[in-house]
């Protein structure tokens, strides 16, 4: 329950003192509903009178789903975010456990208890023939969960309800500790003297808690890195957890471990079904799994032998949850990997700066990989000036030239704008009128594959007009989209291939894969995309890079935009010349004497991140100061305010001076999908002061009684201001 609190029950009825450990998970009455709970503490007595509690129904585990130091780590980590414990636990476990699903797998077994056998003659036929059959079933022998799929599909629900009766219980077979065979089935190649060096650095910090920072520009061989660390530790018969920004876009990583090793693989990720996640989790937890690959959520998967965790690309966004638990998958890795007495490695091409800024500090050793292996070279980086370039559709004339220049010679060219659709706005040239969306402060952006006008904000669409709804004029598109450059290169280029990278083109299940092999195979010639290009895909032939707007991150609000935009230029960058063939970088801007730019272009992505650090320490900004963001919103547009100014009463009277609060201040798009959006933000230098504001200010902000429909919500350590 999203409630920051805990409730008390008896102990079911029959429990025998010893049975009952933390981390299980029993089965309890919630109103009118039974409810799976954790069982966070066994205690002699309550406040609650004891005619009040109620027994709990049944214990669902027989061994705890979160181990004890688990546990104490997701206590933590609902503490340090502020957040519900239920949501936080219910987080790290997979849907069917949430529900009740058996914790065992393949040992699971059930049998008649002897009240089941004493009583089951009494079961009446014809009210409860499912019951009869999975009881007379039993009576014959002991069975799996497979055994007992033939009673039909609603067995599981029959089989609570005998269990609840008491009838049946459950049996396992002590845990077998599976041995990880470190079957290698392609070798790996000889490691460069960089890679080597970082392996004996890792080497040595392996078996105690420390921080690595894997700083290695794109292609400078981080992964291969990562399996030699997981095949190190296959042989000392410990797990390997990597954590991965976002698997469906990452397949070739996935690929390579399984490639490597023959050990069984657990991956982890969102668009697994129920029972796979189920099965993924089980082979972890039983050490069955040598490696576990998984997004965000995997980080709370149980191991039974860990020996590493892996952030790959540590600084990507993606590892930061922007609802309900709002946590940090990466920072959250590296106090797991603390309390478990693991090191955890941190790798990326474009650290983010409060990765470096510890680093700096000493807190993390900085582990560099500088070059590629091989031939592969660092590509050339150049600015076209959009100022003294006039663009048609976006593409300026020495880009186009450029494009032609690298086609006619056999390479293939990336070209990266951050707008899916044709264009970002419809416009009417009559009487100004900008299509608007209906429920957000936003545009809609057209999409002329499918005629329509779509939010990106709220997912609104409508049909595409054909003409002004105000005047009548006629309507036009203005901006750049993905779809509209690859048209425009269609038209430039007609015997030229091409495919477009975006969330429209990968829509249904096989589309990225079958994009990805276009360019793979050298069919298509021009790849446009959004930001899923820059998600660590090989394309060995592309020999330019376009970047068709740089600007969008230079100006904003937002005080990480920058660091973003930065980064997003380095790793589209880094796609460009990764074989032999050397590469080329074309950056379209209208602002080339931004400081942002000039330091990322002269002196690459150390040189911006001294100067964005630098700049960060001024504003005292993180990581040089600690922040907590409370959200609020509402459909009434004065009640988000009104809460948050009682919010910032509250916050005034507990707070001594150490923490800072800014605000209310309207969200930077006020009104999205029909709701009004404002934020209150609290600063401190200090992380133990901020925490200890925000222990007390949780509790007050629960005492204000807000409006009807307002939710709001507090986000620690938010990546997003805006
Ligand atoms: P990153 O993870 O840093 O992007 P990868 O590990 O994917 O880099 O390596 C980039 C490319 O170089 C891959 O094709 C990989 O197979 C190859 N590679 C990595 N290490 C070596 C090496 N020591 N010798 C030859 N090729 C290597
Ligand atoms: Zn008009
Ligand atoms: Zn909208």
């Not at 495919?499 to 446009?528: C, F, P, T, W």
């Not at 798009?669 to 901020?690: P, V």
Request: with cysteine; glycine share 8%; net charge positive.
């Amino acid at each position: 329950m999203p409630l920051r609190r805990l409730f008390d029950y008896l102990a079911p009825p029959g429990a025998v003192a010893g049975e009952l450990s933390r981390g299980m998970r029993i089965r309890v009455p919630f109103g009118r509903r039974r409810l799976v709970g954790i069982l966070i503490e066994v205690a002699e007595r309550s406040s609650i009178p004891p005619a009040k509690l109620k027994p709990a129904l049944e214990i669902i585990d027989r061994e705890p789903v979160f181990d004890e130091r688990l546990l104490e780590f997701l206590l933590w980590a609902a503490d340090y975010y502020h957040h519900p414990l239920g949501e936080v636990l219910a987080t790290a476990l997979p849907v069917a456990l949430r529900e009740g699903a058996a914790a065992r797998g393949i040992d699971e077994r059930w049998q008649l208890t002897r009240t089941g056998r004493d009583e089951a003659a009494g079961i009446p036929g014809g009210r409860a023939p499912r019951q009869r059959a999975l009881v007379e079933r039993l009576a014959q022998s002991a069975a799996s969960p497979t055994e007992l799929e033939s009673l039909g599909p609603r067995w599981r629900e029959t089989l609570r309800h005998v269990v609840a009766r008491g009838w049946v219980e459950s049996i396992e077979a002590p845990l077998s500790i599976a041995t990880l065979s470190a079957g290698i089935v392609t070798p790996g190649p000889n490691l460069t003297d960089a890679q080597a060096g970082v392996l004996r650095a890792l080497t040595a910090a392996s078996g105690k808690f420390a921080v690595s920072l894997l700083h290695g520009v794109t292609g400078s061989g981080k992964t291969e890195v990562y399996l030699r660390v997981a095949e190190e530790l296959l042989h000392a018969n410990q797990q390997t957890l990597v954590l991965v920004p976002e698997i469906a876009l990452t397949p070739q990583l996935v690929g390579r471990f399984s490639e490597r090793f023959t050990t069984s693989l657990a991956i982890i990720h969102s668009s697994l079904s129920e029972g796979e996640r189920l099965a993924a989790w089980r082979r972890a937890r039983s050490g069955e799994a040598g490696i576990v690959i998984g997004t965000r959520s995997a980080v709370f998967t149980p191991l039974a032998r860990p020996g590493v965790i892996i952030v790959d690309e540590e600084h990507d966004g993606s590892y930061k949850q922007q609802e309900g638990f709002r946590y940090s998958a990466r920072d959250l890795a590296i106090v797991r990997a603390q309390r478990f007495g693991v090191p955890v490695i941190l790798g990326s091409a474009t650290p983010s700066l409060e990765s470096l800024e510890n680093a700096r500090a000493g807190r993390y050793s900085r582990l560099l990989l500088p070059e590629r292996p091989g031939a592969a070279r660092h590509p050339r980086v150049a600015i076209v000036d959009l100022r003294h370039h006039v663009a048609h559709e976006g593409l300026a004339t020495p880009t186009v030239d450029s494009i032609t220049r690298h086609l006619q010679a056999g390479g293939q060219v990336l070209v990266y704008l951050n707008r899916r659709g044709y264009a970002p706005t419809l416009f009417c040239p009559g009487c100004a009128w900008l299509a608007p969306c209906q429920a957000c402060d936003a545009r809609l952006t057209v999409h002329l594959r499918s005629q329509r006008l779509r939010c990106h904000h709220c997912g609104a669409q409508e049909a595409m007009p054909l003409a002004c709804p105000q005047c009548g004029h006629e309507v036009k598109p203005v901006g750049q989209g993905t779809e509209r450059v690859e048209d425009l290169l269609r038209d430039r280029y007609p015997e030229v291939q091409m495919a477009r990278l975006d969330r429209d083109s990968v829509r249904r299940k096989g589309d990225l894969q079958s994009i990805l092999s276009r360019v793979a195979s050298g069919e298509a010639r021009i790849l446009v995309g959004t930001q899923m290009l820059t998600k660590g895909h090989h394309f060995p032939d592309v020999t330019l890079v376009v970047i068709v707007n740089a600007d969008q991150g230079l100006f904003s609000a937002d005080f990480r935009a920058s660091e973003r935009l930065a980064q997003t230029i380095v790793q589209v960058a880094g796609r460009a010349g990764r074989a032999s063939r050397p590469g080329e970088v074309l950056v379209q801007t209208e602002f080339p004497e931004h400081p942002l730019l000039k330091s990322l272009l002269t002196s690459g992505y150390d040189g911006f991140a001294a100067a964005a650090l630098e700049e960060r320490a001024q504003a005292e900004w993180p990581p040089f100061s600690r922040l907590a963001l409370l959200r609020a919103d509402a459909r009434d547009a004065q009640a988000p305010f009104e809460f948050l100014d009682a919010a910032r009463e509250a916050g005034n009277l507990s707070q001594h001076g150490a923490v800072q609060l800014f605000g209310p201040v309207a969200a930077s798009m006020a009104r999205r999908a029909g709701r009004h959006h404002a934020q209150l933000l609290a600063q401190s230098r200090s992380r133990a002061a901020l925490h200890r504001f925000l222990a007390r200010w949780v509790t007050a902000l629960e005492a204000i009684k807000p409006r009807q429909g307002l939710h709001w919500s507090l986000d620690v350590d938010p990546q997003d201001l805006m």
